[in-house]
């Protein structure tokens, strides 16, 4: 989770350096390594990963030699949580 906020900082500040910049072509790439960056916050992370693997395998009744199914199932289900709009709080 840290590292996320650390990623999306990240590019916020390299986004925020493109208005000093005069040459087009630098301007570019910073905002690309800007959009990567944000990209892999967007990932998640292994702790998370792992956490919600185990989850589906407690749910599953524990069985044997499905680990890497539910390790597929869980960060299938964080990135599409990622990608979900956040709800509005009023």
Do not use: C
């Amino acid at each position: 989770m840290r590292q996320r906020a650390q990623l999306q900082d990240k590019a916020e500040k390299y986004r925020g350096y493109v208005s000093w910049i005069s040459d087009p072509e630098t301007a570019r790439r910073i905002l690309r390594l800007a959009a990567e960056l944000e990209q892999q916050a967007m990932q998640p992370d292994e702790e998370g990963i792992r956490a919600r693997a185990y989850d589906l395998w407690k749910q599953a009744g524990e069985p044997e030699d499905r680990d890497e199914e539910f390790w597929h199932q869980a960060e299938q289900e964080l990135r599409n949580e990622k990608k979900s709009p956040e709800p509005d709080i009023l």
